[in-house]
């Protein structure tokens, strides 16, 4: 780490030993530092991905073990899903039990419309990660890592690609890299063999919804008034993200009408309005694929 902190002071010309914050950084506007706050054991996960994620942080923590047998820690993660089901939340999870920072990519400063902008972008973001142990997370990682094969992308995005895994490849193994991906199919077939840790995060089931609900009525000392696989049964067709967002909307609701020591009608009411939700959400995503049929019906197609 020092040596990387003084090869960066040579190439700048600077005198101050000192690493710039991020906020005074020219990588500051690509970048989103985060505090991390959730503990692994908050997450609900399937047996393996909490051992596969337990191995990597065992691994860091006793890296200099691992090096006097001349072996490196494994740092660079791969977590692909659908959206809504706690890709961002277990990078944050990693992250807070490593102890060190969460450091976000952001595409909307990052991806520029000059030739060869995008690529410098990337390698301000690199060099800052390098200079301090911490976790760089890129969520929706097929927006920079996109299959190279594909002929409707330009020339340019194709060197982005490259630049991006030239730049994985040397990141020192105390920094993390955790891609997140809703489309993992769209990703360059090079992306894959980068990561050493590969996760599927899919749909959670309804025993994973319950261990979730459980979880948050024991963490927040909240009485729902009904069983938490009555309650699941109701959001089998929802992603983690909802679930919460849901247990949260109740307890919400629940301290605004004095309903803390058991809110069973309350929450009977809100799993009805979240079936609704559910059904009208599954309607909308089935109504355009009917509607792609009118225009070839109207042109006698």
């Known amino acids: 780490m020092l040596a990387d902190r003084l090869g960066a002071l040579l190439r700048n010309g600077s005198s101050n030993p000192a690493p710039a914050r991020l906020n005074d950084s020219s990588a500051g506007q690509y970048l989103l530092e985060q505090t991390p706050e959730r503990a692994l054991d908050s997450l609900v996960l399937t047996p ?179 069983a938490a696989s009555t309650i699941a049964d109701g959001l089998t067709d929802h992603c983690f993200a909802e679930v919460e967002e849901f247990c949260v909307d109740v307890m919400r609701q629940s301290i605004l009408h004095g309903q803390m020591d058991n809110a069973r009608k309350l929450t009977q009411s809100k799993l009805k309005q979240w079936r609704e939700r559910a059904a009208v959400r599954i309607r909308s995503e089935a109504r355009p694929r009917n509607m792609l049929l009118l225009p070839q019906q109207e042109n006698g197609g």
Request: aromatic residues 8%; hydrophobic residues 40%.
């Open 48 to 226: 393996e991905t909490e051992s596969l994620c337990r191995e990597l942080i065992v691994e860091q923590h006793r890296g200099d073990l691992l090096k006097t047998y001349g072996l490196s820690p494994r740092h660079r993660l791969l977590v692909a899903g659908p959206p809504g089901n706690g890709k961002t939340t277990l990078a944050e999870a990693i992250a807070y039990e490593l102890a060190v920072p969460l450091l976000v990519v952001r595409y909307e400063g990052l991806i520029g419309s000059f030739l060869g902008e995008t690529g410098s972008r990337l390698q301000k973001v690199f060099d800052y990660a390098r200079m301090q142990r911490c976790v760089l997370f890129f969520d929706e990682f097929e927006v920079l890592g996109k299959e190279r094969g594909d002929t409707r992308e330009t020339g340019e995005i194709k060197r982005v690609v490259g630049t991006l895994l030239t730049q994985i490849d040397r990141l020192p193994d105390y920094v993390v890299a955790i891609a997140a991906s809703n489309h993992p199919e769209l990703l360059d077939r090079a992306a894959w063999r980068r990561f050493q840790v590969r996760i599927r995060l899919p749909a959670p089931s309804k025993a994973q919804i319950t261990d979730f609900v459980d979880n948050f009525a024991t963490s927040r000392r909240f009485n729902f008034g009904l």
